[in-house]
């Protein structure tokens, strides 16, 4: 049975948010709004904070070209400010994670 789109990718986002959890940072998730982007910026899925530094994550399904790479490059790099992608691998069931 094939798993619609958005339920799949809701799914994804509910494991890395507990994955962050944890890991003991405070994790917040934009609420869901019916014809509005529900992306932070237009780019990130979860924002986790914990003591020594913010994180903004973009959470995706493994695939051969991950989208939205070129548009994060772009930000601004504060300090203590991490850009996140993290890559779900179904097969193995964990994140490959990298820091942009």
């Known amino acids: 049975?094939?798993?619609?789109?958005?339920?799949?990718?809701?799914?994804?986002?509910?494991?890395?948010?507990?994955?962050?959890k944890n890991d003991k940072?405070?994790?917040?998730?934009p609420v869901r709004v019916k014809f509005h982007s529900q992306d932070i910026f237009g780019?990130?899925?979860?924002?986790?904070?914990?003591?020594?530094?913010l994180k903004l994550i973009q959470v995706q399904k493994q695939?051969?070209?991950p989208y939205k790479i070129k548009k994060i490059f772009k930000l601004p790099k504060p300090k203590k400010i991490s850009y996140e992608l993290w890559i779900y691998n179904p097969k193995s069931k964990n994140f490959?994670?990298?820091m942009l």
């Open 1 to 20: 049975m094939k798993i619609q789109r958005r339920k799949r990718g809701q799914r994804i986002e509910k494991i890395a948010f507990e994955e962050l």
């Open 25 to 29: 940072f405070l994790v917040w998730k």
């Open 43 to 53: 780019l990130f899925d979860l924002i986790a904070l914990n003591k020594k530094e």
């Open 63 to 65: 695939r051969k070209r």
């Open 96 to 98: 490959k994670k990298f």
